[in-house]
T-cell receptor, first 115, second 113 residues
Framework: GENVEQHPSTLSVQEGDSAVIKCTYSDSASNYFPWYKQELGKGPQLIIDIRSNVGEKKDQRIAVTLNKTAKHFSLHITETQPEDSAVYFC??????????????FGQGTILTVHP | AAGVIQSPRHLIKEKRETATLKCYPI?????VYWYQQGPGQDPQFLISFYEKMQSDKGSIPDRFSAQQFSDYHSELNMSSLELGDSALYFC????????????FGQGTRLTVV
């Protein structure tokens, strides 16, 4: 089955700095890669996603890049703000076939943005 | 916008008891996924349904069962509860299995004592 590795496990930055979180996946058939933000006691919130036919996607201060050859994808947050502090999860899934989009998550990154 | 609704939000049960968790997907979403998240862990896929049929199965114990009803809501039934079942249980829904954008509910925190 799919295996997703996420690094770093914790990330501490100053407000205004950039933050980068990296993930690798094992199943070359995976074709959908979402990122979730989870605040304490809440459910994961989808913040951005990318599909395997795209190399980069940007939405305001967040961007995601995908390298299919190397099987890794990254989340970039620019101009970080204290409210960006949360746990971030990457995930991978394979749409179609028998998988029906179930997500395999990375281990999570605790991002702390200091004012 | 309407979100995924889970109930109850918190549940305390004793060992060997039974628990039922409910999930109401976003309107028009016909695919439901259940995940279990232990303390400090990432969510682990349990089971999914598409159009009221089980579509995939993950690391779900035999003591657990689930179904999706005609109105697309889903229930996760957990029997012979063990201390290790204490976790956050999330339900997610998507428009269809090919769409794959899954939106999560707020979760049910199950504590087994």
């Amino acid at each position: 089955g799919e295996n997703v590795e996420q690094h770093p496990s914790t990330l501490s930055v100053q407000e205004g700095d950039s933050a980068v979180i990296k993930c690798t996946y094992s199943d070359s058939a995976s074709n959908y890669f979402p990122w979730y933000k989870q605040e304490l006691g809440k459910g994961p919130q989808l913040i951005i996603d990318i599909r395997s036919n795209v190399g980069e996607k940007k939405d305001q201060r967040i961007a995601v890049t995908l390298n299919k050859t190397a099987k890794h994808f990254s989340l970039h947050i620019t101009e970080t703000q204290p409210e960006d502090s949360a746990v971030y999860f990457c995930a991978a899934s394979r749409a179609g076939g028998t998988s029906y989009g179930k997500l395999t998550f990375g281990q999570g990154t605790i991002l702390t943005v200091h004012p | 916008a309407a979100g995924v609704i889970q109930s109850p939000r918190h549940l305390i049960k004793e060992k060997r008891e039974t628990a039922t968790l409910k999930c109401y997907p976003i309107p028009r979403h016909d695919t439901v996924y259940w995940y279990q998240q232990g303390p400090g862990q990432d969510p682990q896929f349990l089971i999914s349904f598409y159009e009221k049929m089980q579509s995939d199965k993950g690391s779900i114990p035999d003591r657990f069962s689930a179904q999706q009803f005609s109105d697309y809501h889903s229930e996760l039934n957990m029997s012979s509860l063990e201390l290790g079942d204490s976790a956050l249980y999330f339900c997610a829904s998507s428009l269809d299995p090919m769409n794959t954008e899954a939106f999560f509910g707020q979760g049910t925190r199950l504590t087994v004592v």
